[in-house]
């Protein structure tokens, strides 16, 4: 503990460190403090420049939420609007899995059970993912499934100082649906979803819609469903959620970092309510037409 402590102190906020201190923990055994109640200061949203904060550090973000909530979508948007690198544990996780290496099999029976990889092996994965980025140049990141386990979110507040981490909220009926309803173009990677959405009230007004994201003519002969998004498999993993990660969620509350977002439908309504929310709502019309907020394709 005391080793690990050394290793991790004082913080050191750059993409390099960050690589290479989770690389030399991926190899290190346990650490686990419990979670640091005190309290912190209250979430501050400055600004931001094409994805800088005030001193010009690129943003280091985390998504948080259920599985099918939409973590993947709003990421990859944020990332492409702020020209930071979108890194989901998922992703390199599935392409781990297609890749056939030595891990493959051992992963291929815990993702298709719903269950978490170890500690470590994301942590492998993840700093495998930096040090290729920071070769490239990259810096900042919005980290997406990651952390997912109070251990992981103590070696991350270890390593690097997160700036922001957004919990994105759905009702718990629209997420079953989503994940059984999801699709991925085989070809190109595109994400969509073929389900409608169609949630009414008690006395039968509608509470939420959220319209199918369907995918343009040339991948649509071409989708596939990801192999653990069947109904056992996706309880399985909001199961797990519940269990292993909402006490993430408390960990960055309780830190003063953690931004509630409630979806209020699908991508249209959502994510320029997102944009304003993270006070990002200028940047699309200078950066981006006006495509990015409806169209489902880019
Ligand atoms: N941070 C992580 N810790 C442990 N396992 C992970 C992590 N990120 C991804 N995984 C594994 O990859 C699977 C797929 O992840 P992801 O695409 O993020 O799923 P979800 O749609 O459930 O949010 C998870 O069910 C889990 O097995």
Not at 83 to 97: K, W, Y
Not at 138 to 146: C, K, M, W, Y
Not at 232 to 259: A, D, I, P, Q, T
Not at 275 to 296: G, P
Request: one cysteine or more; a neutral charge.
């Amino acid at each position: 503990m005391a080793v690990l402590n050394r290793l991790l102190k004082p913080r050191v906020p750059t993409f390099h460190s960050l690589a290479y201190t989770l690389r030399i923990l991926s190899s290190s055994s346990s650490l686990n403090s419990g979670i640091d109640l005190r309290p912190q200061p209250s979430i501050s949203r400055k600004p931001l420049h094409l994805g800088r904060d005030p001193q010009g550090r690129s943003v280091q973000w985390v998504f948080l939420g259920c599985p099918g909530v939409g973590k993947g979508t709003y990421a990859s948007r944020l990332s492409k609007l702020l020209e930071v690198p979108h890194i989901s544990t998922g992703d390199l996780v599935r392409e781990e899995l297609s890749s056939h290496g030595p891990l493959a099999s051992q992963l291929a029976d815990i993702v298709n059970q719903g269950k978490l990889v170890s500690d470590e092996i994301i942590i492998n994965l993840l700093s495998k993912r930096l040090e290729a980025g920071e070769a490239k140049g990259e810096s900042g990141f919005i980290l997406d499934g990651f952390p997912r386990t109070i251990r992981q979110a103590e070696i991350l507040d270890g390593v690097t100082d997160i700036d922001l981490v957004i919990n994105l909220k759905l009702r718990e009926e629209a997420l079953l649906a989503k994940c059984l309803g999801r699709r991925i173009c085989s070809e190109c990677g595109g994400n969509y979803n073929v389900a409608s959405i169609d949630i009414k009230s008690e006395d039968g007004s509608p509470v939420m819609y959220m319209a199918p994201l369907l995918p343009p003519p040339h991948c649509a002969s071409k989708l596939i469903t990801r192999s653990d998004d069947t109904e056992e498999v996706v309880k399985e993993r909001l199961r797990v959620y519940n269990e292993m990660s909402r006490s993430v969620e408390e960990f960055y509350r309780s830190r003063g970092k953690l931004l509630e977002f409630d979806l209020p439908g699908g991508i249209p309504e959502s994510w320029p309510k997102l944009l304003q929310a993270l006070n990002l709502d200028n940047h699309e019309d200078t950066k981006f037409c006006s495509r990015i907020v409806f169209c489902c394709w880019c």
